[in-house]
């Protein structure tokens, strides 16, 4: 098992619709990057349009890249990225911040390839890892992210629904996670393929962490069902648990998280937050900066765990490469077999 740390690297204030954003975060990331440089940890920094246009970030994570410290990757929020279309949700930090896969392809194919051409322009290597902005993704954009010479997703958050959640007004929302599950997978188009590790998301409380057809069914109906829903506020809160610091999490609970991706045999555990989470103030998480010091002492101890049960970090491109290398090497054993 390998760590994958992603940070959605993105501007301040994402939901101040219709005005310029602010970078500010940004200068906060040198501390957080000399954390990971202490625990050998590469993280993977999925950067938005405006952290492109940002002069400080250009240097830091054009050094960070250069120096094999971190990976630069793309982080496609479709409201900040060009082209914009003058059209209720397709404008500029529009009040509506659609998902990328409500995109018509076309559109999203040229928001695709001005980003990653920004990256590029801006931090010296071309892009080959990807998030979408509120975890947008579908075939439609795995496609896009193909053609574009793209390796690796980490879109899929695993039994969760973000259907209910709405991008354009009158669109049908998020994607669907709920019958996905922590394990990598392929997508294949053209006889290339994108490898998708999703976010690291798990129940962690039995019955739930062991029976996944049950913990499916939860998951589904637990909304719209009173029993379920007395279960969850008695024995499930907090179900399925991500791994990604939150306040209420310690270092304990992350630990958990652990154990159930080594029952499965996981080969990559990908944790994920935001760059506005490294600013006091600038995220509902951590308010101020005693808070910000708890976030550092949580991280600290995490990455302390991870060295102590020998885990070592990895990238999102890296894993792909190693992913894609040892699919090819069991379909050749597979072939071998056969003849």
Same mark, same amino acid.
């Given at each position: 098992?390998?760590?994958?740390?992603?940070?959605?690297?993105?501007?301040?204030?994402?939901?101040?619709?219709?005005?310029?954003?602010?970078?500010?975060?940004? @200068?906060?990331?040198?501390?957080?990057?000399?954390? #990971?440089?202490?625990?050998?940890?590469?993280?993977?920094?999925?950067?938005?349009?405006?952290? #492109?246009?940002?002069?400080?970030? @250009?240097?830091?994570?054009?050094?960070?890249?250069?120096?094999?410290?971190?990976?630069?990757?793309?982080?496609?929020?479709?409201?900040?990225?060009? =082209?914009?279309?003058?059209?209720?949700?397709?404008?500029?930090?529009?009040?509506?911040?659609?998902?990328?896969?409500?995109?018509?392809?076309?559109?999203?194919?040229?928001?695709?390839?001005?980003?990653?051409?920004?990256?590029?322009?801006?931090?010296?290597?071309?892009?080959?890892?990807?998030?979408?902005?509120?975890?947008?993704?579908?075939?439609?954009?795995?496609?896009?992210?193909?053609?574009?010479?793209?390796?690796?997703?980490?879109?899929?958050?695993?039994?969760?629904?973000?259907?209910?959640?709405?991008?354009?007004?009158?669109?049908?929302?998020?994607?669907?996670?709920?019958?996905?599950? =922590?394990?990598?997978?392929?997508?294949?188009?053209?006889?290339?393929?994108?490898?998708?590790?999703?976010?690291?998301?798990?129940?962690?409380?039995?019955?739930?962490?062991?029976?996944?057809?049950?913990?499916?069914?939860?998951? @589904?109906?637990?909304?719209?069902?009173?029993?379920?829903?007395?279960?969850?506020?008695?024995?499930?809160?907090?179900?399925?648990?991500?791994?990604?610091?939150?306040?209420?999490?310690?270092?304990?609970?992350?630990?958990?998280?652990?154990?159930?991706?080594?029952?499965?045999?996981?080969?990559?555990?990908?944790?994920?937050?935001?760059?506005?989470?490294?600013?006091?103030? #600038?995220?509902?998480?951590?308010?101020?900066?005693?808070?910000?010091?708890?976030?550092?002492?949580?991280?600290?101890?995490?990455?302390?765990?991870?060295?102590?049960?020998?885990?070592?970090?990895?990238?999102?491109?890296?894993?792909?490469?190693?992913?894609?290398?040892?699919?090819?090497?069991?379909?050749?054993?597979?072939?071998?077999?056969?003849?």
């Amino acid at each position: 098992m390998k760590f994958i740390l992603t940070i959605d690297t993105e501007g301040d204030n994402q939901w101040d619709h219709g005005k310029d954003l602010t970078t500010e975060n940004i @200068r906060y990331i040198p501390r957080f990057q000399e954390l #990971c440089n202490k625990f050998s940890v590469k993280p993977v920094y999925l950067v938005t349009s405006e952290v #492109c246009n940002d002069s400080f970030a @250009r240097k830091i994570f054009y050094d960070f890249s250069h120096n094999g410290l971190a990976e630069i990757g793309t982080h496609l929020h479709s409201w900040t990225t060009p =082209p914009f279309l003058d059209r209720d949700g397709f404008r500029f930090n529009d009040r509506q911040h659609i998902y990328a896969s409500e995109l018509p392809e076309e559109l999203l194919d040229e928001k695709l390839q001005y980003l990653t051409a920004q990256i590029e322009s801006a931090f010296g290597k071309k892009p080959t890892s990807f998030r979408s902005g509120r975890y947008g993704f579908n075939e439609a954009v795995a496609r896009s992210l193909i053609k574009n010479d793209y390796l690796i997703d980490s879109s899929v958050t695993p039994y969760t629904d973000w259907s209910t959640n709405k991008g354009l007004i009158e669109g049908r929302g998020g994607p669907n996670f709920l019958e996905r599950t =922590p394990e990598p997978f392929l997508y294949e188009h053209n006889k290339k393929y994108l490898v998708e590790i999703p976010v690291t998301i798990m129940p962690t409380i039995f019955p739930l962490n062991r029976f996944r057809t049950f913990a499916g069914h939860y998951f @589904r109906n637990v909304d719209q069902s009173l029993s379920l829903r007395i279960l969850r506020q008695i024995l499930f809160r907090n179900q399925p648990l991500w791994l990604r610091p939150f306040d209420w999490v310690g270092v304990s609970l992350l630990g958990k998280l652990l154990n159930e991706a080594a029952y499965y045999d996981l080969p990559y555990i990908v944790m994920m937050f935001h760059s506005s989470e490294l600013m006091p103030g #600038c995220s509902m998480y951590w308010k101020d900066q005693e808070a910000i010091e708890k976030l550092y002492s949580l991280l600290t101890g995490f990455f302390s765990m991870l060295s102590q049960r020998n885990i070592d970090s990895i990238t999102l491109s890296e894993a792909a490469r190693e992913y894609i290398q040892n699919y090819s090497l069991k379909k050749n054993e597979m072939k071998l077999e056969l003849i």
